[in-house]
């Protein structure tokens, strides 16, 4: 495979920072931009390498000798006056390969070009394949528009009709060409570029041009303070992080109720609302390297009540609300399915079931594989019950936002691992709070051995299953299988309960199953109950785990420590969550607030709670190794 550099610019911008060379020798991270293409390009698997010149081209020539042309194939050829991108390249179509890279000479890129030149050979009815990716600024930038299939239908030039919504697909000046699809312009008269001149007319011509969109790393480096940028990005090692040849990190998001307002079916723009702090947090996702991806179910096509083009529309605006805010997404992935029948105006042909809904796992098992994505680095964060499920099922941790359903739809038995108010606090919780949390963990529990059981108690809405899950996380970590077993799921349903904080739950038998769990010999496989917060009813079996003799069991609930009888020995760890009362009075309130109670209501609920509950929780107290101090640190709004 061939590479072109475009290396004939003259670099005017950046006169004060390059004197008379030429801007493809500016220096990055103590080398010249242009070396870093080239060796990209070789580590790749490109052997032949036409530099195209014109600026001080001797100096280029000088320091690819120097270099002994990195023991590949490099040619220097002076293309003669400007003649733009496009117009360069046609001036040597003789010397080009039947397909070639194009590289922009002001450029600075970290790609897997492997993947990038395999897709393009995938695909061999295209005349050419452009790199495109998002940014923060696509108000600014260069479009382009694609199809479901992912064939260029449009490009967008700056500046941009501000009565439509675009998507977040910016042409990086990055390509692979079919040099057959140029023959035809070989005598076009130049100056002509690429994205503005050329790449518009194939479409008219009726050729096929693809996009190939990925999170990698490109930038111009064609101004100071654009090369500042680089220079930065580059000795901080985020331009290496974000090639897709090492594994990345990423955030699922859910989009109605998590990303905007669930108004029911989202079916035209004008519906589409973005929740308060929903760009701002994924401008943080953006900012912590997160590869930030939509997952979600849209059965409103199936139904008939939008096409997949008004979907694409919804989603066009999603962008630009987030560009417009400094925020992007990196993919969105959509199930636009829907398996029950009857709907007026239903599309047969998507009546199906399929494993793209979740939480069937084809939209993540998706982009994994697209992205390279290492799900012990990533998180699902969602509103529902669907996507704790859907975290599960993929073994990926999720957090559960009290936006849009809140987790209260209650459509499958599932707890998740973090709960959180809104995608800001999901945001703060993962950069701020999780690594606190984790590190805390790892220290409480050192003496922590297979078969052991740790018992996590405190007042409700403390903070018990934050810990309780970062245990987990330490121990499966440490290649310790571990299942964390939730009190709560022993919830009598109210017309059974009794008005204490033991009479509440089911005690006697949590003590079975706890004795039962300590005493298997052999892999077993067992039925937990679940608890259901709307409704207030008991489900008695909802979910199964799978313990062995070396399983880690993490019991967490109010009434934990009022158990920890039942393991003998050393084998309990025993842990009290304190926070500060009135944060947790707050989150109390908040609780059954949400749940659609009024304030006399939730007021009155903790009031008999302090009286019949929180003396009995604290006496517990005295059972636990470990007291941990959760309001010593900032916890935001985070902790439930």
Request: hydrophobic share 40%; glycine share 8%; aromatic share 8%.
């Amino acid at each position: 495979m061939q590479a072109v550099v475009l290396a004939g610019g003259r670099g005017t911008r950046l006169r004060s920072r390059i004197s008379d060379l030429p801007k493809s020798l500016v220096n990055v991270g103590g080398r010249p931009l242009l070396e870093h293409q080239i060796v990209l390009a070789k580590q790749h698997g490109i052997e032949r390498i036409l530099i195209l010149v014109n600026h001080a081209a001797e100096r280029i020539v000088e320091f690819c000798n120097q270099r002994e042309n990195w023991g590949i194939d490099i040619l220097c050829v002076n293309d003669g006056a400007p003649r733009g991108t496009a117009g360069a390249v046609l001036s040597v179509l003789d010397l080009l390969d039947d397909d070639f890279l194009t590289i922009y000479g002001d450029t600075m890129l970290d790609i897997d070009l492997t993947r990038f030149k395999c897709f393009h050979e995938k695909h061999k009815a295209a005349a050419a394949t452009v790199f495109t990716h998002p940014n923060d600024h696509p108000h600014d930038s260069d479009l382009i528009e694609t199809s479901e299939d992912g064939m260029v239908t449009a490009f967008h030039p700056y500046p941009h009709d501000p009565g439509c919504y675009y998507p977040n697909k910016v042409s990086a000046a990055l390509y692979y060409i079919r040099r057959q699809a140029l023959f035809r312009w070989r005598a076009a008269v130049t100056p002509l570029d690429f994205g503005k001149d050329l790449f518009p007319e194939m479409l008219r011509a009726g050729m096929k041009i693809r996009s190939y969109n990925s999170p990698e790393y490109i930038k111009d480096a064609g101004t100071p303070a654009r090369l500042d940028k680089v220079c930065a990005d580059f000795e901080s090692g985020c331009i290496a992080r974000a090639s897709l040849t090492s594994p990345q990190k990423a955030v699922f998001l859910d989009r109605d109720g998590c990303i905007n307002v669930d108004y029911g079916h989202i079916d035209r723009p004008e519906r589409f609302e973005l929740i308060e702090g929903a760009a701002a947090a994924i401008a943080c996702f953006n900012r912590a390297e997160y590869r930030t991806v939509v997952v979600t179910n849209q059965p409103v096509v199936a139904r008939g009540n939008c096409s997949v083009r008004d979907l694409r529309m919804i989603h066009n605006k999603m962008e630009t609300e987030l560009g417009r805010c400094g925020a992007f997404v990196d993919a969105i992935y959509f199930c636009p399915h829907h398996p029950d029948r009857g709907f007026i105006g239903e599309v047969e042909e998507l009546k199906i079931r399929c494993e793209c809904r979740k939480p069937s796992t084809g939209l993540i098992d998706e982009a994994v594989e697209a992205f390279n994505i290492d799900r012990s680095q990533s998180w699902v964060i969602g509103d529902s019950s669907t996507d704790v499920a859907l975290g599960k099922r993929s073994g990926i941790r999720s957090i559960l936002v009290e936006t849009g359903a809140g987790g209260l739809d209650s459509k499958y038995h599932v707890m998740p691992d973090y709960t959180v108010s809104d995608l800001f606090e999901a945001a703060k919780f993962i950069h701020a709070v999780h690594p606190f949390l984790i590190n805390s963990a790892s220290d409480l529990i050192s003496h922590v051995k297979p078969g052991d059981v740790c018992f996590v108690g405190g007042l409700s809405r403390s903070g018990k299953s934050f810990l309780s899950s970062a245990i987990a996380e330490v121990l499966r970590g440490r290649g310790f299988e571990t299942e964390i077993v939730a009190l709560d799921r022993w919830i009598r349903s109210v017309a059974d309960r009794e008005p204490t904080v033991m009479g509440r739950c089911n005690v006697d038998e949590i003590r079975k199953f706890l004795s039962r769990l300590v005493g298997v010999r052999s892999r077993e496989t067992h039925e937990l109950p679940f608890y259901e917060k709307l409704s207030r009813i008991s489900h008695p079996r909802s979910e199964r785990i799978t313990i062995s003799p070396e399983t880690v069991l993490v019991v967490e609930g109010t009434v934990a420590l009022s158990l920890s009888d039942v393991v003998l020995g050393g084998r309990a760890h025993t842990f009290f969550v304190d926070i500060d009362e009135e944060v947790r009075r707050s989150r109390v309130m908040r609780e059954y607030l949400r749940r659609g109670m009024d304030w006399g209501a939730a007021a009155s609920i903790y009031t008999s709670r302090q009286e019949d509950e929180t003396p009995i929780v604290l006496a517990s107290r005295a059972r636990a190794k470990h007291c941990v101090q959760l309001r010593a640190i900032e916890l935001t709004e985070a902790v439930q």
